[in-house]
């Protein structure tokens, strides 16, 4: 599998469920501020609204540092309609839940499974050129963490913002960084 990072995100235009709403969200509209497609397998699955509703509960704070959030599965926007009406989880969501049902984002982002129709569970910060900066997929049993991908926002931003800098493991804001250069090599 070839490397995405710092690769511009696939171009789409594609219909979207949002705040009782249906609304057309382009990749242009997505450029200019940060941003996470948070790919998974279906509506009315397992893991997927335990995923949605813990992202849901970040929402305000991802906000607040200016990243918008995507979730996007094959299904179409009608169908994020009804499982938003009827799962309390799902009821919490405030963030666009984009249809894909021909697929074209979720190949575009390389989390297609051909065989079944489905997004992998895959999850992506996008900086606000349009390139990724993480990219990660867990296998469809394994739930992701909005609170880690929280941390790797700030860390992504706080690279971005102090060139030269870079955050080491399990870095958390306010947590020391390190400058590369000749004096660190074999210090670490």
């Known amino acids: ?10 171009e ?6 949002v705040n009782g709403e249906f609304k057309t969200i382009t ?7 940060w941003a996470i497609f948070l790919f998974y397998p279906a509506d009315f699955t397992f893991v997927c609204p ?4 813990d992202m849901a509960a970040h929402y305000d704070e991802l906000k607040g540092l200016g990243v918008e959030v995507y979730s996007v599965s094959t299904d179409t926007h ?8 009827s799962s309390e989880a799902i009821g919490k969501v405030n963030y666009p839940m984009i249809g894909d049902p021909t697929g074209k984002i979720t190949r575009g982002f390389n989390v297609m499974i051909e065989e079944a129709g ?11 050129d349009g390139l990724i900066q993480v990219a990660e997929i867990h296998a469809g049993g394994i739930g992701r963490s909005a609170k880690d991908m929280l941390r790797k926002v700030k860390a992504a931003q ?6 030269g800098e870079v955050c080491p493991a399990a ?8 400058k590369p250069s000749l004096d660190l090599v074999g210090k670490i």
């Open 1 to 10: 599998m070839a490397s995405i990072i710092n690769q511009e995100i696939p």
């Open 12 to 17: 789409f235009s594609a219909d979207a469920y």
């Open 27 to 33: 990749s242009e509209d997505v450029k200019g501020n």
């Open 50 to 53: 335990t995923e949605l509703e």
């Open 78 to 85: 009608f169908t994020h309609k009804a499982w938003h009406d």
């Open 118 to 128: 489905l997004a992998e569970r895959g999850t992506f910060l996008v900086d606000p």
């Open 158 to 163: 706080y690279v971005r913002e102090n060139d």
């Open 171 to 178: 870095w958390e804001q306010g947590g020391d960084t390190l």
